[in-house]
Nanobody, 124 residues
Framework: QVQLVESGGGLVQAGGSLRLSCAAS????????MGWFRQAPGKEREFAAA????????YYADSVKGRFTISRDNGKNAVLLQMNSLKPEDTAVYYC?????????????????WGQGTQVTVSS
């Protein structure tokens, strides 16, 4: 069982930066691929970024590539999402997710554990 708690959301102006953190409980954290997803009002949840268990491989949605960076610290059971050059269309609730599968996935159905989410609002 893995419990995930996100933090770091807030209100920022366009062009600004935020760093989201996801604290994970459980001794099996290093066995989980991790992902960040987001859901804007009235829209379906979408993939943002993912990272392999070792942290060597990372994956990004085209909409955030070059602006967002995902990283993990297995010693601290934490995953970070550094978000730069934020745009109003990045406004959403951001969710941290953990997967027990070997292959890193970009679809939400492949993730087994989810946090409660943290709100990110980007004003124009």
């Amino acid at each position: 069982q893995v419990q995930l708690v996100e933090s770091g959301g807030g209100l920022v102006q366009a062009g600004g930066s935020l760093r989201l953190s996801c604290a994970a409980s459980g001794r099996t954290f290093r066995n989980n691929a991790m992902g960040w997803f987001r859901q804007a009002p009235g829209k379906e949840r979408e993939f943002a970024a993912a990272i392999s268990r070792s942290g060597v491989s990372t994956y990004y949605a085209d909409s955030v590539k070059g602006r967002f960076t995902i990283s993990r610290d297995n010693g601290k059971n934490a995953v970070l999402l550094q978000m730069n050059s934020l745009k109003p269309e990045d406004t959403a609730v951001y969710y941290c997710a953990a997967s027990t599968r070997t292959v890193v996935a970009v679809t939400g159905t492949k993730y087994d554990y989810w946090g409660q989410g943290t709100q990110v609002t980007v004003s124009s």
